[in-house]
């Protein structure tokens, strides 16, 4: 037993499971998995090395380990509607940065989403290695809309001319033309890499455009609206399948985490369900709810709603900031984090935002109707922060309200 073995990390995991069952989880980059994905990212593929591809391994003993690697490619071809795929990247991170290693040398130019507008740390960011690595130039949300200014896009695509343009975010509420970034992509000679961590769900069941028959490479985690375990994947036209598996191994990774791409290939299948689609009907259809519910109680949103499974409040009309309403709601059991609004004159250790989601709610079983419930806690919380006796009766409804939802759910 763990807690015989090693009782401090037995106690964190219990903590851990306890914090879990009591609080109400806003973070939109976070969900739970399936029992079945869950039992096999403890399984006894983990102990298998496999460095290579199927059929092409450098190590001996891989037969059953090639039959599931292949079932994963294929599940994500089919799921996404692909010509090749690779499921081996470790995280979203190492995905992209396979597909920059793919057809980029260091040095050339990419153009993609500023942070500040709601990008990715590995699109461009100056210290991390997407901005080391490469030449960044960004394009920003027009401050009026706060939406992407195509127009914007093009003419900073044409005077710059970079390599490779990044579409994708990480706090975008609004639909994503992909078609105007392929048309804006070829028009200035780039290659195009769509980033869908965030709405691969809800790609997958028609919600958001697909971005895969016009980019050149299409990134995602598999773990947030996807609902699998955590980790990456690349989609690719077949013309660039060589480079980008070379651009993994031996490019950037050594062995792959089978017992991870054994969960991918289930969380695959099961995105192929019907029951998947109207899950993902009802993350919107909450995130929508929440963000109405705020909007009555004077929250401003970033872009004034949500075509997705997020949005982000802007905090400077009730006088806060994004850290403190993050540890204030952490009190009380709602879980959500400080976030940049675009153009925040707030810095990234503070912000004047909150980015809100409801993947995980809404994993839990919670509906529209339990969305007014969150709205008015959060509302109670920010407006009594000073006040710890409302604090601790809003955190025990808080408490009894979340143990109604599972965190394991029952397949």
């Not at 891989?62 to 010509?83: H, P, T, Y």
């Not at 971005?211 to 375990?229: I, N, Q, W, Y």
Request: hydrophobic share 35%; aromatic share 8%.
């Amino acid at each position: 037993m763990l807690k015989d073995v090693d009782n401090e990390i037995y106690t964190a995991l219990i903590n851990e499971e306890e914090k879990q069952r009591n609080t109400i989880d806003l973070i939109p980059s976070e969900n739970i998995v399936s029992k079945n994905v869950l039992k096999l990212m403890g399984s006894i593929f983990t102990n298998k090395y496999a460095e290579g591809y199927p059929g092409k391994r450098y190590y001996g003993g891989c037969k059953f380990i090639d039959e599931v690697e292949n079932i994963a490619i294929k599940r994500a071809c089919i799921l996404f509607g692909a010509e090749h795929a690779n499921v081996q990247p470790h995280s979203g991170s190492q995905a992209n940065m396979s597909a920059y290693f793919s057809v980029l040398k260091p040095g050339d130019k990419i153009l993609a989403m500023d942070i500040l507008s709601g990008g990715h740390l590995t699109h461009g960011f100056k210290i991390n290695f997407s901005g080391i690595f490469y030449q960044s130039v960004f394009y920003n949300v027009d401050k009026e809309t706060e939406t992407i200014d195509y127009e914007q896009v093009r003419e900073i695509a044409l005077k710059e001319r970079p390599k490779m343009i990044v579409c994708g975010a990480s706090s975008y509420s609004r639909i994503i033309d992909f078609e105007k970034f392929y048309d804006i992509a070829r028009e200035s000679g780039a290659y195009l890499l769509t980033d869908i961590a965030h709405i691969a769900g809800l790609v997958v069941a028609n919600l958001h455009p697909s971005p895969v028959h016009l980019a050149d490479f299409v990134t995602s985690t598999t773990h947030k609206t996807l609902r699998g375990p955590r980790g990456g994947l690349v989609l690719c036209r077949r013309e660039y399948s060589h480079k980008l598996d070379s651009s993994i191994i031996p490019g950037i990774q050594g062995g792959p985490l089978m017992h991870i791409i054994a969960a991918k290939a289930v969380a695959f299948k099961e995105a192929m369900t019907p029951e998947f689609f109207e899950y993902q009907k009802q993350i919107i259809n909450n995130c929508q709810k929440l963000c109405v519910e705020l909007k009555k109680r004077d929250y401003r949103i970033v872009s004034g709603g949500t075509d997705n499974h997020l949005f982000t409040i802007d905090l400077r009309n009730k006088g806060l900031k994004g850290n403190e309403c993050e540890r204030t709601l952490e009190k009380v059991g709602i879980i959500t984090n400080k976030n940049l609004i675009p153009y925040d004159p707030q810095p990234p250790a503070i912000t004047s935002g909150l980015r809100i989601g409801t993947p995980l709610a809404t994993s839990r079983g919670m509906k529209e109707n339990d969305m007014e419930l969150i709205a008015e806690w959060i509302d109670e919380t920010l407006k009594n922060r000073e006040n710890e006796k409302i604090l601790k009766d809003i955190a025990k409804k808080v408490r009894r309200f979340a143990r109604e939802f599972p965190i394991y759910p029952t397949s």
